[in-house]
């Protein structure tokens, strides 16, 4: 298995992308079009532009893709209420806006910065929509150096996010434990003690004649009683090593509930948002994209009424402490597995990206969060080999635990 910098193949995938842009980001209503990932991540595993435009061409002809309308660009900035109805202006309106901005700074990556710095402060509140996918393009974008998928991404925020979900309290704090950990510890103590309340969110939603899984995302969001007890407490220096952490705890998380499909999304977003809070953007900025995606994520837990919330309030404890063997004593034993072995055996699940874009995101981490190599391993063997039906591997029928229903 190669392993492609970014560099090397993104006038490549930016073409691949360019060429996918004649079809929408969503198909049959509601569901994510995968495509930039797909260029993307076969791309940086070593496989050719023909071999990738080949498989973006059965993945698009399999989702039945939907052609994107040739709009003129809207700005985001004068639409109040805002729908997929307006994406494809938004699109034309970014494209503008990142050639303007890469041609006054000289710099791809300064371009996209600093587009970056003028819009995500208005949607960076409700980066859960979507079951994060718009946050998962622009992550993308931003780590690949990706205008098209950066434009993908801001568009996709803004017609899908929903800008005043999210108005709870965001404490910055001086603390020399982790505070991100902290407060999901709090979190899922409070949660414990009124679990029933979290059932009952969840049958409501379920009423609902939509997207189930988002609008059950977007209910707790509202009414989860733990978000209005805890606020979400971020470092006031150190917030991307807090989230080296987080992604130990969110790995484990991964394990722990089996695959379940929103938290395996909430992984892959943390490494998004992680990206987009890595730029040179206002600290209170990045501070909320860090409590939203805190929120968005724990109401993935939510979607399956907390069955693992004890073991997810200690892993968050002892990954804290940096007890990271104690966590891995709480995960399944997993001997004799590489890292090759785990990309070899996703690859080829190009209708389940999910899992080679979980596993690649664990393998780059692996050399950003050294002390959590060995549980993002384990997380890696998790999306790999393991099935709800058949905890300790084997063929089972479904790659995802989803009993979110997204």
């Not at 079009?33 to 993307?40: D, E, G, L, P």
């Not at 309308?69 to 503008?96: C, I, L, Q």
């Not at 949660?191 to 988002?214: H, L, Y």
Request: with cysteine; aromatic share 10%.
């Amino acid at each position: 298995m190669q392993r492609v910098s970014a560099p090397s193949v993104a006038s490549v995938v930016e073409q691949l992308l360019a060429e996918q842009r004649k079809y929408c980001i969503e198909y049959n209503k509601y569901f994510s079009n995968h495509a930039t990932w797909i260029a993307v991540l076969y791309s940086r595993i070593g496989k050719g532009e023909d071999e990738v435009r080949r498989l973006l061409d059965e993945y698009t002809a399999k989702i039945k893709a939907e052609p994107m309308a040739a709009v003129e660009a809207v700005d985001p900035a004068e639409r109040v209420n805002m729908s997929m109805t307006d994406y494809d202006g938004f699109v034309a309106y970014f494209d503008k806006e990142l050639e303007k901005a890469i041609q006054e700074t000289g710099s791809v990556s300064k371009g996209i910065e600093a587009v970056c710095r003028a819009h995500v402060g208005r949607v960076s509140r409700g980066l859960g929509a979507g079951a994060f996918h718009p946050i998962l393009e622009l992550g993308i974008g931003v780590e690949g150096n990706l205008p098209t998928a950066v434009s993908n991404g801001l568009a996709y925020m803004h017609a899908r996010c929903w800008r005043d979900s999210d108005l709870y309290e965001v404490q910055h704090v001086d603390s020399p434990a982790n505070p991100l950990l902290a407060t999901v510890k709090a979190w899922c103590l409070d949660v414990a003690a009124t679990v029933a309340e979290v059932n009952t969110i969840r049958r409501a939603s379920d009423e609902f004649p939509t997207t189930k899984g988002q609008q059950r995302m977007l209910a707790m969001l509202k009414h989860l009683p733990a978000f209005k007890n805890v606020p979400v407490s971020v470092p006031r220096t150190g917030l991307l090593e807090a989230m080296h952490q987080m992604f130990i705890f969110a790995a484990a998380a991964v394990v722990l509930t089996g695959n379940e499909f929103l938290v395996v999304h909430g992984f892959t977003s943390m490494w998004a948002t992680y990206h987009v809070a890595a730029m040179d953007l206002d600290y209170e900025m990045k501070a909320d994209l860090v409590a939203a995606w805190m929120r968005g994520f724990f109401t993935a837990f939510a979607g399956q009424g907390f069955p693992d919330i004890d073991d997810v309030a200690k892993a968050a404890d002892l990954v804290g402490e940096g007890k990271y063997d104690e966590v891995l004593e709480m995960l399944p034993t997993v001997e004799g597995v590489s890292w090759e072995q785990c990309i070899a055996k996703t690859e080829t699940m190009v209708e389940e990206e999910h899992c080679l874009k979980g596993v690649w995101m664990l393998r780059e981490l692996a050399d950003v969060v050294p002390e959590g190599k060995r549980i993002f391993l384990n997380a890696a063997h998790s999306l790999a080999y393991r099935y709800p039906e058949d905890p300790n591997g084997g063929e089972g029928t479904l790659r995802f635990n989803r009993i979110s229903h997204l």
